[in-house]
């Protein structure tokens, strides 16, 4: 059965519940049919971790056979000639030594694999790239090309040939370049430490561990944000890093819910709040003390920037900033992974900030869900039924918001010239089965931004455009930005949207930017 609800919001933007940059669990996912203790019982099974997704380095190649296409040569691709150098490119910015995923610095050892490394490639579940292709031109598309596809489709065909062993070519800067943005390189002007003075042990009794930490803005004077880095404490443990804003009059409520959880910060699947309040008794108890208490929680953080594996420095696109006032906290979500890294401890991760005081172009995260969607078990505004696949729409027509983004970037209305929509980032849960996120220009020509027609948790990302989509105040009218998220869910209970990890979300975050009009008299 197929249930389809479609909903309008138009206006009521929820600053809302931040969400992780690349959320993975094992909570609701295992590892699928057909696959037990990373080896796949037939053709066409993948054997990847059921948490991390990265490629399992105890597991058993399908040897699956999709013929797919050929590339056009009189010798057959090899190993050392061909793959090699595809893998040093690709994927040794997370399977080095010193990333979660298994190591490929060994060249031979990667090559005792070549079954699983060539399943893994040829069905696009690594590099991991949730856009379908042909929509959009992305900053750092992790894809592999068509023709990159077809060579190592040919190299399994040809049987796996090993070629003459030779020495890897320096890789380029891989991931860290891919993820560089418009701006150039990253200069870190503001270095703040998540765990001062100590150091955090994930839990041991999960692989994957989400922990915030709410750490103090420590700005004297207003700031934008150009560009973030995260500097992980332990890279073996490290999977993650998300950095969610908190606005100054809702820093104390962050901080008060960190000192009521054991240990150091507060378990947070779901984004900026924690765990606890998607608890019935939690969440009343918590509303009885602060009325509407949650959802003004969840108004009050936006999300700010995030790090995966590979990545140096992230610069927004330039000329542009967000805008961090003084007295701000900043909850960093931390994603642990520590299967591979059994008791080994976070000894001190660290977020560093390009900073401006100026910008040309102030910018924000739009935050697009329905608020009603987290509280549903109360109201029912999203139910995804036992057996059953939903689908839920949020639309936001940009003229009407002009107030709210005014207040956000502190563009006077009749100062907003244009707005440039730089990126979408689609989140959803466990449940999440495909999603896609469209704009409607004026005249309603519609453009699809990005299509996810296989949804993996693990891998949500910023995807930011080439070049923007840029719309001059006079265009605005009806020009909308629409999420839709499609869930699956194969359980006998029913699922809820709402903020823990059983429940689910629609959300999509947008970098816009806005330009001025010229002060009347400049």
């Not at 073996?236 to 009059?249: K, L, Q």
């Not at 779901?270 to 009885?288: C, F, K, V, W």
């Not at 078990?377 to 036992?386: A, G, K, L, Y």
């Not at 839709?484 to 930017?513: K, L, R, W």
Request: hydrophobic share 35%; proline share 8%.
């Amino acid at each position: 059965m197929r249930r389809s609800i479609r909903t309008s919001l138009v206006g009521a933007v929820s600053l809302g519940v931040l969400v992780a940059g690349s959320l993975m669990t094992d909570r609701i996912h295992g590892p699928g049919p057909g696959v037990e203790n990373g080896q796949a019982s037939s053709a066409g099974d993948i054997p990847v971790s059921a948490s991390t997704g990265l490629f399992h380095p105890g597991a058993t190649d399908p040897g699956a056979t999709n013929p797919g296409a050929t590339v056009r040569g009189t010798t057959d691709p090899d190993y050392y000639t061909h793959v090699r150098p595809l893998l040093v490119q690709n994927c040794l910015a997370c399977h080095g030594d010193e990333g979660p995923g298994w190591s490929m610095v060994d060249s031979e050892a990667t090559y005792a694999r070549h079954r699983l490394v060539a399943a893994m490639i040829t069905e696009r579940q690594m590099p991991p790239w949730l856009a379908e292709p042909g929509h959009q031109n992305y900053m750092g598309d992790l894809s592999l090309s068509v023709q990159d596809l077809a060579l190592v489709r040919r190299w399994r065909e040809a049987g796996f040939p090993k070629g003459e062993p030779a020495p890897d070519a320096q890789a380029a800067s891989g991931m860290g370049s891919a993820h560089a943005g418009h701006g150039g390189a990253f200069t870190p002007e503001l270095s703040l430490e998540v765990l001062p003075g100590g150091r955090f042990m994930p839990t041991q009794e999960a692989p994957d561990d989400y922990r915030c930490f709410v750490v103090d803005w420590t700005e004297s004077e207003p700031q934008f944000i150009t560009g973030f880095r995260a500097v992980p404490g332990n890279l073996a443990v490290a999977h993650h890093v998300v950095i969610h804003a908190v606005v100054p009059e809702l820093a104390h409520r962050f901080r008060e819910l960190q000192d009521g959880e054991e240990g150091p910060g507060y378990q947070c699947f779901g984004g900026a709040l924690p765990d606890r309040l998607s608890n019935r008794a939690e969440r009343e108890a918590y509303e009885t003390r602060y009325p509407d208490g949650v959802r003004e929680l969840s108004r009050g953080n936006f999300w700010l920037a995030h790090w995966a594996p590979g990545m140096d420095g992230h610069v927004f696109p330039e000329g542009t900033g967000i805008l961090v006032e003084p007295g701000t906290a900043l909850v960093v979500q931390m994603h642990y992974y520590s299967s591979d890294a059994p008791g080994q401890y976070d000894e001190g991760t660290r977020v560093e900030f390009q900073l401006a005081r100026e910008v040309d172009r102030p910018a924000f995260h739009l935050s697009q869900t329905r608020p009603e969607w987290l509280v549903a078990e109360r109201n029912r505004s999203m139910v995804i039924e036992p057996g059953s696949m939903a689908t839920y729409e949020v639309s936001d027509t940009l003229e009407p918001i002009l107030p709210y983004i005014s207040r956000i970037t502190r563009v006077p209305v009749e100062r907003i010239d244009a707005l440039e929509i730089h990126s979408v980032n689609l989140h959803m849960h466990a449940f999440g089965h495909s999603g896609r996120i469209t704009l409607t220009h004026p005249g309603g020509r519609k453009e699809t931004l990005l299509s996810v027609p296989r949804w993996d948790l693990r891998w949500q990302r910023d995807f930011t455009f080439t070049e923007p989509k840029v719309f001059h105040r006079r265009q605005l009218r009806g020009v909308t930005l629409a999420t839709e998220c499609t869930f699956q869910n194969p359980t006998d209970h029913v699922v809820y949207g709402g903020y823990g990890s059983y429940d689910e979300m629609c959300f999509n975050f947008s970098y816009i930017a806005v330009r001025p009009a010229p002060e009347s008299g400049s």
